[in-house]
């Protein structure tokens, strides 16, 4: 086995976590890598438990032409709709290149595969927007995706058009959903939000997430597709929103909780601007503490042996698999303590943090700016007990230094805030 087999088979044996390391290391290989790739997606393409994304994902990354055909197939064969997201996105990077077949595919493929040509489209730039005109005449059973895909683009030429189709749609049509987001978009009323935008890297893009029953988060086109599918094969569920009217569609959101692009609104104790902050949504009362706590979660996974923030989100999802299986058994505050965990560490990734002591320094210098990030006195942000805990975690003694105040079970939520067993934490 050369060297280009044994990382995919390594990537392929990893039953727990995403092989984002991996993944790395077989895209670095580049075009030699497309081959192999695709001969083992297809090997093992009828096991039950084989999940392909990941390989396509590299594939996806090489930007090859060569792969076109073998993605193109893809989309006409797959049922599964998290394979044929992977798909469409792989070959919308091969940019104007991809464009012919995607047209093709378009004309000649089935209605599952022409939805998802449709999806490819707009993904592939604005050198596809003609197409996608074109296509709202042709296929009016697909607006919902074409309408996105439009809106993803920015092409405001097509604003009222878009609100005419809008309005001769059936009440159970499965496209007035999107449609009105793209007109939303399109109009300025509510501009669209990262996870329809599709802005996430494949580092967190396609990762598996036990709180979505093991699968990656949603992007639009699938849960477009979903619902179109549905809706093809007579199941509409009975608690889908209704349709709204268009005056309302065009309406400015003044929804309070729903926010776009990272504004997260005011505070309702302090009054003052809530902020992401290393992934988390936190105020002036809380910026310094919460990331003094995320600082702590890395401190102890050094401590545990792990070195870079791939391995640790892997030991996140062994923790659910380990300690309870299924996300629902997880119970409320485990489920706060690891989605807490996720974020910091993604957020991390995202950052150009791959190994943990980088993320501890990129903590650190966010502490430090937090006065620039409001326009405040950097001291309005901490308090002697805070300052000193924050020297406690530097010098790797934790959130919780009174250790012996009781004996802690086996069992027992870990007293460092980590979220887990003890037995999994402090306690190995």
Not at 16 to 34: D, F, N, Q, S, T
Not at 129 to 152: D, F, T
Not at 249 to 262: A, E, I, N
Not at 400 to 412: P, S
């Amino acid at each position: 086995m050369n060297e280009i087999e044994t990382l995919i088979q390594n990537i392929m044996d990893q039953e727990v976590g995403y092989p984002i390391e991996g993944m790395r290391a077989l895209i670095a290989k580049g075009e030699a890598a497309a081959a192999p790739l695709q001969a083992a997606v297809l090997k093992r393409a009828e096991e039950k438990w084989f999940n392909p994304v990941p390989l396509l994902v590299v594939l996806g990354e090489l930007r090859t032409a060569a792969a076109l055909p073998f993605f193109i197939e893809r989309l006409k064969a797959s049922k599964d709709e998290v394979v044929l997201d992977a798909v469409s996105d792989a070959i919308s990077k091969l940019g104007e290149k991809a464009l012919p077949s995607v047209v093709k595919l378009l004309e000649d493929g089935e209605p599952g595969a022409k939805y998802w040509a449709l999806a490819t489209l707009g993904r592939i730039g604005k050198t596809a927007i003609p197409h996608l005109r074109a296509a709202l005449k042709k296929y009016p059973e697909h607006a919902g995706v074409i309408a996105l895909s439009l809106g993803k683009l920015d092409d405001k030429s097509v604003l009222e058009e878009l609100k005419a189709i809008y309005v001769a749609l059936r009440e159970d049509s499965p496209c007035h959903e999107d449609v009105g987001d793209a007109i939303g978009h399109l109009s300025g009323a509510e501009p669209f939000t990262h996870e329809q935008l599709n802005l996430h890297p494949w580092v967190t893009l396609w990762r598996p997430r036990p709180v979505f029953g093991w699968t990656p988060s949603a992007t639009a086109a699938r849960v477009g597709y979903i619902v179109w599918d549905e809706h093809r094969q007579g199941r509409v569920p009975k608690d889908r929103p209704a349709k709204r009217p268009l005056a309302e569609v065009l309406k400015p959101c003044t929804d309070p909780h729903h926010h776009h692009h990272g504004e997260e609104g005011d505070c309702a104790e302090c009054g003052r601007k809530i902020r992401r902050v290393a992934g988390l949504a936190v105020c002036p009362d809380n910026a310094f503490g919460s990331t003094l706590h995320q600082e702590d979660l890395l401190q102890q996974c050094l401590k545990h042996g792990l070195k870079t923030i791939p391995q640790a989100l892997d030991d996140l999802d062994d923790e659910v698999i380990t300690d309870a299986h299924e996300w629902e058994d997880f119970g409320d505050e485990r489920q706060d303590a690891w989605l807490l965990a996720q974020h910091t560490f993604e957020f991390l990734l995202l950052e150009g943090c791959d190994d943990l002591q980088a993320g501890i320094e990129k903590l650190r210098a966010l502490r430090a700016g937090l006065g620039k990030l409001w326009g405040l006195p950097q001291e309005e942000f901490y308090d002697d007990e805070l300052k000193a805990l924050e020297a406690n975690i530097a010098a790797g003694r934790g959130i919780t230094v009174q250790r012996d105040a009781a004996k802690i079970g086996r069992n027992d939520p870990c007293p460092c805030s980590s979220g887990k067993k003890y037995k999994k934490c402090c306690g190995k």
